[in-house]
């Protein structure tokens, strides 16, 4: 059984940007990465979509036609399962529809076979405790992946660690049902696996780069390999290139149409000039003695 993993593809987002084509909007990139993801469909058994397909509760009309009809067209040929994330705290059965054939939209904790897997499906929880006891819904007498929307304990991002400790959402091994082995998990950017004491989290990480700080990772999805050992992969896959210019020798192999943060004012021209789209930033107050 193979599945494809994918979240935080983030449709709809935007992004203020001098120097892109009149009509352009960030939104294009996102629905690009999705198509890209979407294309490994014909190498796999199942879709796992774990949250944050949009990046707003309440996306225009455009972006969730444009949505819907991918993922029914996906769902016609192999089955397709998604939760909600953080960015859709309405949940997605408002937004999606929940009778198109292949498509299960779960706005709560379920367990379903499906493809010849069984698998527990559980949307983003604000609080750790609330996780669990719907992670305990979804995975009953036991499931082959849990896919849900959450940060786990361990779980990096450049410059932070996650910690159930520091934050009442992010869940941990005392959250995480017994018997539950591998976890199909979205919400944190960068594509990462976090081993615990017997559970592994795969993140596929967002499709498209949604901060600068995202400029470095690779984006893609995971593919999955459930036979006698269960292996995972991750696929790179295309995405808009994006970077911060610190000094102006930055904007060195800058490529066309590569998203820059510019800070300085006087430096627009420049990286206009090099080809770039700028996305104009606050300038950084330095950090004095005595101010935090
Ligand atoms: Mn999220």
């Not at 995480?176 to 993140?203: D, K």
């Not at 700080?213 to 006698?228: I, N, R, T, Y």
Request: charged letters at 20%; hydrophobic letters at 45%; one cysteine or more.
């Amino acid at each position: 059984m193979r599945v494809l993993q994918l979240s935080d593809t983030h449709l709809g987002a935007k992004l203020r940007v001098e120097g892109a084509p009149k009509g352009w909007s960030r939104h294009e990139d996102h629905l690009a990465a999705l198509d890209a993801a979407l294309a490994l469909v014909d190498q796999v058994d199942l879709v796992v979509h774990a949250g944050d397909l949009f990046d707003s509760a309440s996306p225009p009309a455009e972006v969730v036609e444009q949505a819907v009809d991918r993922l029914t067209a996906v769902a016609a040929r192999v089955p397709v399962l998604i939760i909600p994330g953080n960015h859709e705290r309405n949940g997605l059965t408002g937004l999606l529809p929940c009778d198109a054939s292949g498509l299960t939209v779960a706005d709560g904790a379920r367990r379903l076979s499906v493809a010849g897997l069984t698998v527990g499906l559980v949307p983003f929880e604000r609080d750790a405790g609330r996780w669990a006891h719907a992670s305990r819904v979804a995975v009953g007498a036991g499931v082959d992946l849990l896919v849900h929307h959450q940060g786990v304990d361990g779980a990096r991002v450049p410059g932070y660690t996650f910690r159930s400790t520091r934050h009442s959402d992010v869940i941990a091994t005392p959250h995480i049902p017994e018997g539950v082995r591998w976890m199909a998990s979205g919400h944190i950017h960068l594509h990462q696996c976090v081993p615990g004491p017997g559970w592994s989290a795969v993140y596929a990480g967002s499709t498209e780069r949604s901060a600068f700080v995202e400029g470095p990772q690779a984006k893609g999805a995971v593919l999955w390999d459930f036979e006698e050992d269960v292996r995972w992969r991750f696929v790179p896959l295309g995405a808009r290139p994006m970077r911060e210019l610190h000094a102006l020798s930055d904007l060195r192999g800058v490529e066309m149409g590569e998203l820059v943060l510019v800070r300085e004012s006087a430096w627009v021209q420049a990286a206009l000039d090099a080809g770039a789209w700028v996305v104009r930033g606050r300038r950084l107050k330095p950090r004095g003695p005595g101010r935090r």
